[in-house]
């Protein structure tokens, strides 16, 4: 069964620093997402991507954070000048339409030192 | 704004058991709802779902109703095995306020044999 894939599944970086977490959807999908989970936290939605633009955005997305779909595999969140608050399980999610299931990825665990 | 309320975890069940996890929604639409659960070391995946009022979604002996007259979505197994330890979140997708997923806070499950 197809599926969404992550890389890489732990990233320390230090505070201050930019980092870029990597995400390949469905390849048939046309929807793509980025939530985070802080640690005992809920799963909150980001932003979500069609079309090579921006749908929609949560008040989380502010302007520390981007998204790109650079080719026709990948799709990135960017992260500039990391927190220790954003240290979280950030997870990729496609679907194949705005009325599809989301499908997940198995998350990428960003650590900020 | 639209939200999930789930019952606090951890739930501690014995193998065969009869499970429930409650689920209450609140929503200005009419929303999709979902459970997802994440196994260890693992990623959300979709365990059922139901996109209208009185529906049944049910996969792997798991069912939930959906019940607007309540705005419930209670998750069910009549045994419970000691492979369903996991965490479950319950969501809710409306479609009249976008494509994020909203998210409840999450039950732990632990079944011993």
């Known amino acids: 069964e197809p599926e969404v894939t992550q890389t890489p599944s732990h990233q320390v970086t230090q505070m201050g620093q930019e980092v870029i977490l990597r995400c390949v959807p469905i390849s048939n999908h046309l929807y793509f997402y980025w939530y985070r989970q802080i640690l005992g936290q809920k799963v909150e939605f980001l932003v979500s991507?069609?079309?090579?633009?921006?749908?929609?955005k949560s008040e989380i997305f502010d302007d520390q954070f981007s998204v790109e779909r650079p080719d026709g595999s990948n799709f990135t969140l960017k992260i500039r000048s990391t927190k220790l608050e954003d240290s979280a399980m950030y997870f990729c999610?496609?679907?194949?339409?705005?009325?599809?299931?989301?499908?997940f990825g198995d998350g990428t665990r960003l650590s900020i030192l | 704004g639209d939200s999930v309320t789930q019952m606090e975890g951890p739930v501690t069940l014995s193998e065969e058991a009869f499970l429930t996890i409650n689920c209450t929604y609140t929503a200005t639409g009419y929303p999709s709802l979902f459970w997802y659960v994440q196994y260890p070391g693992e990623g959300l995946q979709l365990l059922l779902k139901a996109t209208k009022a009185d529906d049944k979604g049910s996969n792997k002996g798991f069912e939930a109703t959906y019940r607007k007259e309540t705005t419930s979505f209670h998750l069910e197994k009549g045994s419970v095995q000691v492979s369903d330890s996991a965490v479950y979140f319950c969501a809710l997708s409306d479609r009249q306020a976008g494509t994020a997923l909203i998210f409840g806070k999450g039950t732990t499950l632990s079944v011993s044999s």
């Open positions: 991507f069609y079309n090579n633009e921006i749908s929609e």
């Open positions: 999610a496609s679907s194949a339409d705005r009325d599809q299931p989301q499908h």
